[in-house]
């Protein structure tokens, strides 16, 4: 009898690296009050939102090394992208988070209807 094949090791909260966070007073509960309404653990909340600002943050410095006569951008995405260069890093942060929080809004509010 042919031994049988090992499956890929799957995710398990025993082996998952681990690391210790403190919170400022308050975060806590508004990080399960969040998670509540996403429907997910606290947990799986954080990663989820540790994920995406590393993605946007990925994504903002994809956009940073376009350059302003790049024929793929219209010349609003060349208004846009000036606009956005002369933004303090900590405001282009703020912009991406909000046009991202747009985004769920609009998505959230297709799947309702």
Same mark, same amino acid.
């Given at each position: 009898?042919? %031994?049988?094949?090992?499956?890929? %090791?799957?995710?398990?909260?025993?082996?998952? =690296?681990?690391?210790?966070?403190?919170? %400022?007073? !308050? @975060? $806590?509960?508004?990080?399960?009050?969040?998670? $509540? !309404?996403?429907?997910?653990? @606290?947990?799986?909340? +954080? +990663?989820?939102?540790?994920?995406?600002?590393? /993605?946007?943050? !990925?994504?903002?410095? =994809?956009? @940073?090394?376009?350059?302003? =006569?790049?024929?793929? /951008?219209?010349?609003?995405?060349?208004?846009?992208?000036?606009?956005? $260069?002369?933004?303090?890093?900590?405001?282009?942060?703020?912009?991406?988070?909000? +046009?991202?929080?747009?985004?769920? =809004?609009?998505? @959230?509010?297709?799947?309702? !209807?």
């Amino acid at each position: 009898m042919r %031994p049988l094949k090992q499956a890929t %090791p799957s995710y398990s909260s025993r082996t998952a =690296d681990k690391f210790v966070v403190r919170l %400022p007073e !308050g @975060m $806590r509960e508004r990080i399960a009050e969040v998670a $509540r !309404g996403h429907h997910r653990s @606290m947990n799986s909340e +954080i +990663i989820a939102r540790l994920e995406q600002s590393l /993605l946007q943050e !990925g994504a903002l410095q =994809d956009h @940073m090394n376009l350059r302003l =006569d790049s024929p793929e /951008l219209s010349l609003h995405e060349r208004e846009l992208l000036q606009r956005f $260069r002369q933004l303090t890093h900590r405001q282009q942060n703020a912009l991406i988070a909000l +046009i991202a929080l747009i985004a769920h =809004d609009a998505e @959230m509010a297709q799947n309702e !209807g």
